[in-house]
């Protein structure tokens, strides 16, 4: 069992994903702080709606562990960070600091791998078609690895337009074919 600090989003990154974030809350700061200064990361969760808030039940139970590789000051003052993903983990139980900061006591989540009945041609150039028409998601990755089969299914589902229920199915059954499946006839 691990403890780490979250870091709660309507969106997610899963593992090889960066994303930019700008932090201004204290408690965010210090965690960002602690984070860089001792190199532990801090992990992601994805917000759960209908969950209850004074129960910590308001994120979903898989979160990705992150490290900052890169930070900046923000023209409007505030910090800005990119995160990179390197695993997920399974949340087992949520305690709140003074501050509000939320920790998770947590474990890793076994990781996924690709099975060859989960042909991900058509949804790896549907990808690269995105990351032709989107300069910002190019940016974020210098260099794609669109012949890993699961960074492509790990980025599809960071983009999907879909719930964050929806994409917590996805990430929790670990199934990869299903998962390539619908992944395909979505893009269609």
């Known amino acids: 069992m691990i403890t780490l600090p979250l870091f709660p989003l309507s969106a997610h990154v899963l593992p090889q994903g960066r994303m930019d974030l700008r932090i201004f809350e204290p408690r965010y ?4 702080k602690n984070a860089c200064a001792t190199q532990t990361g801090f992990g992601i969760c994805m917000l759960n709606a209908k969950g209850d808030k ?5 994120i979903y139970a898989v ?6 590789i890169d930070f900046d000051m ?7 960070i990119t995160v990179e993903g390197d695993r997920c ?14 920790l998770g006591q947590c474990s890793w989540s ?12 058509l949804v790896k150039q549907r990808l690269m078609d995105i990351f032709d028409k989107y300069p910002e998601i190019q940016e974020l990755y210098p260099e794609p690895l669109f012949d890993d089969p699961m960074w492509v299914i790990y980025r599809w589902l ?14 929790q059954q670990r199934d990869y074919v299903k ?5 395909t006839q979505l893009v269609k």
Do not use: C
Not at 89 to 101: A, H, M, Q, W, Y
């Open 179 to 183: 998962t390539v499946d619908y992944l």
């Open 89 to 102: 983990f399974n949340i087992e139980k949520v305690t709140s600091e003074k501050d509000g900061l939320l």
């Open 158 to 171: 960071e983009l999907l337009p879909v719930s964050a229920e929806q994409k917590q199915h996805f990430i």
């Open 110 to 121: 076994p990781i996924w791998q690709p099975e060859p009945e989960g042909n991900v041609a």
């Open 63 to 68: 979160g990705t562990h992150v490290t900052v």
């Open 74 to 80: 923000l023209s409007d003052g505030l910090l800005g």
């Open 29 to 32: 700061v210090r965690m960002v």
């Open 54 to 58: 004074d129960r910590n039940e308001h």
